[in-house]
T-cell receptor, first 114, second 114 residues
């Protein structure tokens, strides 16, 4: 039973570029959430997708956008990269209709913006 | 305002010693609280999950307690090992109109020394 998988694991971009990160949720999960985690900080909620629609959004600019596909996998896109976007980007999946609603995290994608 | 505060911010202990990490929250309405362990550069891994009716839950050398009246939780680590060196994140979730929200603490960074 595969857990949450994210790709790529590491990538380096320069300011102004665009990046796409990918996430495959845990088998049986239908909801995907994205988090940004700066070094030494806790994860900050970016947005959540369910049924291919953005359902919740944190305090992030429109440069951050996403998508969920019919197979529940998801992408996070960041445009016009800034140095401050350098962080570990975490994807977490869950099952919407669940009393426990446990978040299962992937290993993350480490983005470095130069 | 929904908040989760963790203390201490960082902690250094010797191998074999016990330690206790604290989590105070003001999330309402409350659904459940979970503790995650996050190794450096990796995604968080769930240790325990507790609903408001549970006072104590154990997972090996990890024991979590919850006082829903005072809105406090603790994570006790017994007989620490070098592999316990990590960040420990408290996450509180609440549900409003069927929508789950996850509030993250900033974590406690634990260092276990030989």
């Amino acid at each position: 039973d595969a857990g949450v998988t994210q790709s790529p694991t590491h990538l380096i971009k320069t300011r102004g570029q665009q990046v796409t990160l990918r996430c495959s949720p845990k088998s049986g999960h239908d909801t995907v959430s994205w988090y940004q985690q700066a070094l030494g900080q806790g994860p900050q909620f970016i947005f959540q997708y369910y049924e291919e629609e953005e359902r919740q959004r944190g305090n992030f600019p429109d440069r951050f956008s996403g998508h969920q596909f019919p197979n529940y996998s998801s992408e996070l896109n960041v445009n016009a990269l800034l140095l401050g976007d350098s962080a570990l980007y975490l994807c977490a999946s869950s099952l919407r209709v669940s009393g426990a609603n446990v978040l299962t995290f992937g290993a993350g994608s480490r983005l470095t913006v130069l | 305002k929904n908040q989760v505060e963790q203390s201490p911010q960082s902690l250094i202990i010797l191998e074999g010693k016990n330690c206790t990490l604290q989590c105070n929250y003001t999330v309402s309405p409350f659904s459940n609280l979970r503790w995650y362990k996050q190794d450096t550069g990796r995604g968080p891994v769930s240790l325990t999950i507790m609903t408001f009716s549970e006072n104590t839950k154990s997972n090996g050398r990890y024991t979590a307690t919850l006082d829903a009246d005072t809105k406090q939780s603790s994570l006790h680590i017994t007989a620490s090992q070098l592999s316990d060196s990590a960040s420990y994140i408290c996450v509180v979730s609440g549900t409003t109109s069927g929508t789950y929200k996850y509030i993250f603490g900033t974590g406690t960074r634990l260092k276990v020394l030989a």
